[in-house]
């Protein structure tokens, strides 16, 4: 699979959005779509580094339950569980549970609770590329990381942020708009 492939409407999408109905709705509708403001910002890192390892997918079906099990990723509500709430998310079905993965999503909710409103926002926004790549015509032409994600990584990190790396740091810019990696041709690449 390289170029775009035509979905059962007809339309040309990327290829890795046709294997589930979830994944047109999710590509056609938000993925690379620009996303500001720090607890959708926060939803969404929290997202990528429950991924790591999984299937999209697999967290996609189950974001209503991550949403719910984390007070809808509001940072200053997520900082304020306690380790009676780190419990009932280990035993909750509706999510991932993994242990790591839990704790980075708390401690990472602690330290953002103390940055200035937009400071989340301004942070990743800021390693946007200057210049936008050109547009991929191939999936093999999208890279896994980019000097931009190994900086926004860098950063983030530095600021006390776990579980992120420049390989997560990649995928949350695709997602949130940083970077347009739809194919040349893909019925979302420029929507109208």
Known sequence: MSGTVAGADGRPRCPWALST???????????????????ALYERLCLEAFQSGLSWLTILRRREGFRKAFSDFGIAKVAAFDERDAQRLLADEGIIRNRAKIEATLANAKVLAGW?????????????????APAPRAITEIPAITPESTALAKALKKAGIRFVGPTTAYALMQACGLVNDHLVGCVARDPA
Request: proline share 11%; no cysteine; hydrophobic share 25%.
């Open 21 to 39: 109905e979830d994944y047109v709705v999710y590509h056609d509708t938000e993925w690379g779509r620009p996303v500001h403001g720090d607890d």
């Open 116 to 132: 200035k409103p937009g400071e989340l926002d301004e942070l990743i926004w800021s390693h946007a590329p200057e210049k936008p």
